[in-house]
């Protein structure tokens, strides 16, 4: 007839001086396995030979009892002698078995070891364990579980920990001290009249009806005939066995809308599985929220008076709004031109257009909807007056008046200084259509680190491998090198190259990051890896940082598949800039003093032409370059006042998002909310100066932005023109 062996999955350690508490717990707490096998012998019943049974109702099998004994290689099956190849040891404390000889004598599985990997595969029916020599994980069904010893091998024999046969196998272990021997027990499954039924799943949904978004929970109502405890579910998803987790929840918390087939098996304390049970759920679509209304507070607003909004909307009950996106508008402009935030006050009589657009938490967004509202002749406060004492660094002045910046005299600084140091700039190829080096340059002393790209490779069919940007530093010396990074920030993968610019910027003010390590002639390094992110096709990747070596270091900028290895980076071809910048720039810093003496607003333009810019060469190709903008490049501009003064910032390029710091003061986004996208009567607000005051602003052109900009510094006997 048929034998079938139950065999657990579950993972521990045993202390040999706590042998006995073991074999209580095991006891206490017999573990059962999902597995079953079978395998076939002959028996006779009153002399005459039967044929063998498959069915398993009409199995009835005995139980297998082992005994080993430490440091003997004698074991004994059911009272059979059995010659081992390595008897049981204690080493570091634990006590290990033979493998092969519980799989073959206990288990009735396979074993199969392979050289290269070393590991060792334990396979019943559909189930596998695969440990490695030397290693605390192991799988279960391809699921990672720790073990607190690793398997080790003796005389060429894999030893495992008896706590690991125990539990990971379904086998009740006893541990005798007195005699030194360890008796296993493989209870057997009884078959016709003496059975262990199956337990049974069940389970319903807490809801007769799911909205994409919302949370399934189910309710168990799975049992075992027999009074055994439940210790295991397993639930599956479309009858997919990929889409198989221990909890529901793990991967399908909040589905998307759907017909989906939900699938439970539950096993019992003595190892035995339920069969699969089904439940249909089918997940109706979110709708969009619908805004119903937006009231202003009043008919119609003074000039810088104070304005508020409320406004109704339809949504599932259950959800709420996640984010509002307002904008305002002069009536007649082009809705590209609006400014993105929701009005406080406005300084121009005249229509304007409001509009609002909402998302709830699922991701949908509502329509846009607007509303007309309309300012009078009446003056409250200009709009310079209001921003400069009510408002913030960051908010947008919308210049409605449409105020000329460029009319502004220029101011020129009584002092410059610069820093000199190596700026390496890596922005071409910006967009990367191929692996390879997209720039190479050494750095011995001080310098900086600028990178900019974004993934246009052309992958082969099928090929989802994760592409990578890094930055590798190599000493080519025969001395050790020192390195210190500051300031080290990387931002993305992200398709908003704009708004990743200003992030990096932001970020980059503020940081106070340090890296130091030394390397040793010829050794390289990652000083950056987007390994752990998916750099998807369309997505940038940006950075800065400040670099000091004590020595020639050779950094190297490329783009790499997932697994090329450090040592491949040099021997990868060099790629073709395409029309924005790269190269090497003997200038990181830009010290300017100001005096603002007039009583007149003044104007500072920085990156405005190629007296400006640095100058410098492209190391790959040899040719001289210009840094067109002076990206990378810090300006700290120290200002002096003669009056309070409110200072401004006012892009004349066709983009810009970005940020500034007061080296007395803090970090600012500029502006706060959306950007600025060609329209050159916008600004932002900088912050003030008072009368006799000295500070100093440091900026840097964002990543993704255009440059010039204008520094507008307004006395405040002009606030209120």
């Known amino acids: 007839m048929k034998r079938r062996l139950i065999a657990g999955l579950l993972f521990a350690s045993l202390m040999l001086g706590n042998c006995n508490v073991f074999a209580e717990e095991v006891l ?34 005995e139980n297998k009892e082992v005994i080993l004994t430490l440091g003997s290689n004698k074991a004994q099956v059911n009272g059979q002698e059995y010659i081992l190849l390595s008897s049981p040891k204690v080493i570091g404390g634990r006590t290990f078995l033979p493998l092969r000889f519980v799989a073959d004598q206990v288990l009735g599985s396979s074993v199969v070891w392979n050289n290269d990997t070393r590991e060792v595969t334990v396979t019943r029916e559909e189930n596998t364990v695969v440990v490695k020599i030397g290693e605390k994980t192991a799988f279960i069904n391809g699921e990672k579980v720790e073990i607190d010893v690793p398997p080790v091998i003796a005389n060429s024999v894999t030893l495992l920990p008896i706590r690991f046969m125990s539990e990971a196998f379904g086998i009740t272990a006893n541990y005798n001290e007195q005699d030194k021997t360890i008796t296993l027990i493989q209870e057997a499954e009884s078959g016709s009249g003496n059975s262990s039924p199956k337990p049974v799943a069940e389970f319903s949904f807490d809801k007769e009806l799911y909205i994409a978004g919302q949370e399934v929970q189910t309710i168990d109502k799975s049992y075992d005939i027999d009074g055994s405890q439940i210790i295991e579910k397993l639930w599956m998803i479309n009858n997919d066995p990929k889409l198989t987790t221990p909890k529901l929840d793990n991967i399908f918390k909040t589905p998307r809308q759907g017909n989906y087939k939900i699938s439970l098996k539950v096993r019992n304390s003595k190892g035995i599985w339920s069969d699969w049970t089904d439940q249909e759920l089918i997940i109706m679509a979110n709708e969009k929220p619908v805004i119903t209304n937006i009231d202003p507070d009043k008919n119609a607003y003074a000039q810088g008076q104070d304005m508020n909004f409320t406004y109704t909307y339809n949504n599932e009950d259950w959800e709420n709004i996640k984010s509002e996106k307002w904008t305002y508008r002069r009536m007649g ?34 329509d846009k909807t607007e509303i007309i509202i309309h300012i009078t002749d009446e003056v409250l406060k200009t709009e310079l007056t209001y921003r400069f004492t009510e408002g913030q660094i960051g908010d947008t002045i919308d210049n409605f008046q449409r105020v000329n910046y460029q009319s502004y005299s220029e101011v020129f600084p009584y002092e410059t200084g610069t820093v000199d140091g190596t700026l390496i700039m890596s922005d071409s190829p910006e967009v990367v259509k191929r692996e390879g080096v997209l720039y190479k340059e050494s750095i011995n002393g001080i310098g900086r680190i600028l990178l900019h790209h974004i993934n246009n490779l052309e992958l082969p069919e099928n090929d989802l491998g994760n592409r990578r940007l890094v930055l590798m530093a190599e000493n080519t010396t025969n001395q050790p090198v020192r390195i210190f990074v500051n300031k080290k920030t990387i931002k993305g993968p992200t398709e908003d190259t704009l708004y990743i610019g200003q992030l990096l910027l932001y970020d980059y003010l503020k940081s106070s990051a340090y890296e130091e390590y030394v390397l040793q002639p010829g050794e390289k390094k990652y000083v950056y890896d987007s390994v752990k992110k998916k750099w998807l096709k369309g997505q940038c990747i940006s950075g800065l940082m400040d670099v000091i070596t004590e020595g020639k270091i050779d950094f190297t900028v490329a783009a790499v598949g997932e697994n090329a290895t450090i040592e491949a980076i040099n021997k990868m071809s060099l790629l073709d800039k ?54 990378g490049i810090s300006y700290h501009i120290k200002l002096t006042a003669k009056e309070d003064m409110g200072i401004i910032l006012n892009p004349r390029g066709n983009i810009f998002r970005g940020a500034v710091k007061w080296k007395d003061g803090g970090t600012y986004l500029t502006p706060t909310k959306g950007f600025f996208a060609g329209d050159t009567t916008k600004s932002v607000v900088l912050g003030t100066i008072k009368a006799g005051e000295t500070r100093e602003l440091e900026y840097m052109l964002p990543n993704g932005s255009s440059a010039p900009v204008l520094i507008g510094f307004i006395p405040q006997s002009h606030w209120s023109k």
């Open 28 to 61: 206490d707490n017999p573990i059962q396995n999902i597995n079953e096998q079978s395998y076939e012998v002959n028996e006779t019943i009153d002399g005459t030979e039967q044929e063998n049974v498959t069915d398993k109702e009409d199995v009835i099998v």
């Open 578 to 631: 395409d029309i924005h910048p790269r190269g090497t720039f003997n200038t990181t810093d830009i010290y300017y003093s100001v005096n603002l003496e007039q009583n007149e607003p003044q104007k500072l333009i920085i990156g405005k032409g190629t007296a400006e810019w640095a100058n410098g060469y492209d190391a790959i190709t040899g040719e001289s370059v210009q840094n067109r903008g002076n990206f």
């Open 333 to 366: 402009e082009a809705e590209s031109k609006a400014i993105i935030d929701k009005p406080r006050a406005l300084f121009a009589e005249g229509d304007y257009i409001i509009t609002l657009q909402i998302q709830d938490t699922y991701g949908n967004l509502s």
